[in-house]
């Protein structure tokens, strides 16, 4: 079974904290996505990479970055964490050449 | 540019009624993927189907079905004799191509089911 892992189900953190949220997948996937969920918006990508070592905005970047040094790895930073980032943060992956689309189960991300 | 609209914010059923909900999408692309995901209280997305853009044919899978509509660029769900334990965030979503692989999706805001005893 493929699996995308998020190394965290609920986060605490503070307002102006440096955060990362880690995501891996065990299946040799090239494109990995990260996604935020808020009630009523649905899910909005953040940030998307092909491959490694390489990074896409999405439709709502400011505030985050992300690294992806390895195939398998790929991290969503907040450099300054701030209260309007508290939310539920979903990490996907997809291998090339498929129709399918593998989600993690998420991290609830409260900033205080 | 891709849009998925999904007008039901919240839907409330008695078990056994019937549900439909409703998806319309917006792309320039001729080829693209549709998908439905459920998403219960615990938080994880739950896949349900991805339907390609060159195949209409309805489908059915136990209690749930869907209906692709190219003519009016709409994917509604519909959950046939719904029982509590579909209580959910619906979400539907819409996948560029970019080359021969998934682009990134679209998802629509969701739609709140819930079916009461």
């Known amino acids: 079974d493929v699996k995308v892992t998020q190394s965290s189900r609920y986060l605490v953190k503070r307002t102006g904290e440096k955060v990362f949220l880690e995501c891996v997948q065990d299946?040799?996937?090239?494109?990995m996505f990260w996604y935020r969920q808020d009630p009523g918006l649905g899910l909005r990508l953040i940030y998307f990479s092909y491959d490694v070592k390489m990074k896409e905005k999405g439709d709502i970047p400011e505030g985050y970055s992300v690294s992806r040094e390895k195939k398998e790895r790929f991290s969503l930073i907040l450099e300054s964490a701030s209260t309007n980032q508290t939310s539920m943060y979903l990490c996907a992956s997809s291998p090339t050449g498929a129709r399918e689309v593998f989600f993690g189960d998420g991290t609830r991300l409260s900033i205080l | 540019a891709q849009k998925v609209t999904q007008a039901q914010t919240e839907i409330s059923v008695v078990e056994k009624e019937d549900v439909t909900l409703d998806c319309v999408y917006e792309t320039r692309d001729t080829t693209y993927y549709l998908f439905w995901y459920k998403q219960p209280p615990s938080g994880e997305l739950v896949f349900l189907i991805r339907r390609n853009s060159f195949d209409e044919q309805n489908e059915i899978s136990g209690r749930y079905s869907w209906n692709f509509q190219k003519s009016t660029s709409s994917f509604n769900f519909t959950i046939t004799a719904s029982q509590v334990v579909d209580s959910a965030v619906y979400f539907c979503?819409?996948?560029?191509?970019?080359?021969?692989?998934?682009?990134?999706?679209?998802f629509g805001r969701g739609t709140q089911l819930t079916v009461w005893p």
């Open positions: 979503a819409l996948s560029e191509r970019r080359g021969s692989t998934l682009g990134r999706l679209y």
């Open positions: 299946m040799d996937h090239e494109n």
